[in-house]
């Protein structure tokens, strides 16, 4: 290691094989005839806080699972990891009752999970061995390919033991109701969100996971999955956002003096693709910046989802101007570092829905664009724009299609809420622009005329007629989800942004300097 940190880098590493012969993770056993010996490798990564300080350096042993035999030395791998969606769920009903939120992170977590399989390896660097001594591995280490659920079964088996339960909206939200009150534990790969009422509570249950795990406490959760977290007690109030991660973004991307703009998108700009446009040159890393681009609008950034979306379509074959125009939405952000979502503690808690469609967007296949926002706590908590997968006949059908996708995104969080143990007992309001839409979903005498309609009219009329929703008309100047389904004036833009939740850390409007 040539690096001028290098002492903290070796430091780390010996950590790390320190961990590995504390966890029993390996047998030195001979080679046996006939087997394959995978290799590994090592992974250094940089820890930091919510203020973009390094707090650790990270060294990870690696094992090459690319070179793993299906039914041989693995057979499942399917391992969940926590929605975005209901991180923000959780942080909102956090929110609303005032709940305690602690973070804490599993130290060699995947070596926790005993391997069935038989999975030999080459021993790392700094182990003394002999000749034809090779590692049996009894522990699911890092790159295997079955490692993810090995510690996934492993954990979740150590909750249901502590009294909680799964949910089945999502396989890493755990949920334990007794005499104070419900607890959640949020799970993502190794870092846990532990949410109660009472920090004693919180540190039970720890202390419990702690004589299981190597369990390192980070305090109350400010700094989660690239998301910081402000609260203000006193006025009941959290915000999220990510300007630590988008400051390093614009930085990597060689933005960091460049202008900002006051919108994202384009209104009109023609982005499809033909012999006129040249070529992106190969050595830009347009991919890895769309890819982190979509990070920040699903996590906190919902204003940057049409942009992101348009650009996600030319992966394949990008040109020139998707490259300026990814380039536009990194100076969008840089005008609104300091942007996220805000959540509200109010009289109750409520469940709105804003559903919309955008006609033939797509010029190329003319199909239409579903855009779904949920609010809870005053800020979004499920936003998607997704292109529909039939072309629609009128705006009315692409209404339609947009509605039924709302519906089911609006019965998923319900469901999960009462999984949380919180009721949402009236009905949830689904606001939409278009009356024809309205009164297809009303109207018990209207019959559709092609059957990709038929099905959405049944399904969204049944939830209807048993009171579960109720679809009510909003003008198209306050129609929430407009800006997640296509390009709009500044002024509008900003508008709806605001009003849907997502503004400045300190409360107030989106507002940049900048270009329009």
């Known amino acids: 290691m040539r690096s001028p940190e290098s002492d ?32 590994h490798k ?11 300080n390094i707090i650790r350096y990270k060294a990870c042993l690696v094992a090459l699972g690319c070179f793993q035999t299906y039914g041989v ?6 391992s969940p990891v926590a929605s975005l969606n209901t991180v923000r769920i959780f942080l909102a ?22 391997l069935e399989e038989e999975v030999y390896m080459v021993p790392p660097e700094g182990i003394n061995v002999r000749d034809g001594i090779v590692c049996r591995l009894r522990r699911s280490l890092y790159g295997l390919k079955q490692a993810a659920a090995v510690w996934h079964k492993t954990i979740r088996s150590v909750f249901i033991a502590l009294g909680f339960k799964k949910c089945k909206s999502d396989p890493c939200l755990f949920v334990r109701v007794g005499q104070n009150g419900p607890v959640y534990i949020v799970l993502y790969v190794d870092d846990l969100l532990i949410g109660c009422g009472a920090e004693e509570e919180a540190s039970s249950i720890a202390e419990a996971l702690g004589a299981r ?60 693709a033909s012999d006129e446009h040249p070529k992106l040159d190969a050595k830009k890393p347009y991919r890895e910046l769309v890819g982190t681009l979509l990070y920040v609008a699903n996590a ?64 190329s ?38 509605l039924a996708v709302t519906v089911q995104e609006v019965f998923w969080v319900r469901q999960l809420l009462k999984e949380m143990a919180i009721g949402i007992g009236c009905a949830t309001d689904i606001f939409i622009d278009n009356k024809a839409a309205i009164s297809m979903a009303s109207n018990s005498g209207y019959t559709p005329r092609a059957p990709h309609i038929d099905l959405r009219v049944h399904f969204v009329r049944d939830h209807i007629e048993n009171g579960a929703i109720k679809v009510q008309h909003v003008r198209s100047a306050q129609q929430l989800a407009d800006y997640i389904t296509k390009p709009l004036p500044t002024p509008q833009f900003v508008l709806l942004v605001t009003a849907s939740g997502v503004v400045r850390c300190n409360g107030h409007e989106v507002q940049v300097e900048g270009e329009c």
């Open 213 to 272: 795990f190597q369990l390192k406490s980070l305090g109350d959760a400010r700094f989660i999955l690239g998301m910081e977290l402000h609260y203000n007690t006193q006025k009941g109030e959290l915000f999220v956002g990510q300007a630590q991660y988008i400051s390093r973004m614009i930085a990597r991307f060689g933005q960091a003096d460049a202008h900002p703009v006051r919108n994202p998108n384009v209104i009109g700009q023609d982005l499809r």
């Open 73 to 78: 030395d693995y057979t499942s791998t399917y």
């Open 42 to 52: 090592w992974v250094f990564a940089l820890k930091r806080d919510e203020h973009g």
């Open 93 to 114: 009903v956090r929110c609303q009752h005032g709940y305690v939120v602690k973070q804490y992170d599993v130290e060699t977590a995947f070596l926790n999970g005993d």
């Open 300 to 363: 906190t950034r919902p204003d940057i989802c049409v942009a992101v979306g348009i650009l996600s379509q030319h992966l394949e074959d990008p040109r020139e101007m998707h490259w300026k125009e990814a380039v536009r939405v990194l100076r969008y952000l840089k005008g609104t570092l300091s942007t996220g979502v805000k959540y509200c503690r109010g009289t109750q808690l409520r469940l709105l829905a804003f559903s919309d469609a955008n006609w033939g967007s797509d010029l």
């Open 8 to 39: 903290k880098w070796k430091e780390a590493s010996r950590a790390e094989i320190r961990a590995h012969v504390r966890n029993h993770t390996w047998d030195l056993v001979y080679r046996p005839p006939g087997v394959r010996v995978i290799g």
């Open 365 to 402: 296949t003319f199909r239409s664009t579903s855009g779904v926002l949920l609010q809870l706590c005053g800020g979004p908590i499920v936003f998607k724009a997704k292109k529909q997968a039939t072309v629609a006949l009128s705006s009315a059908e692409a209404e339609y299609m947009a």
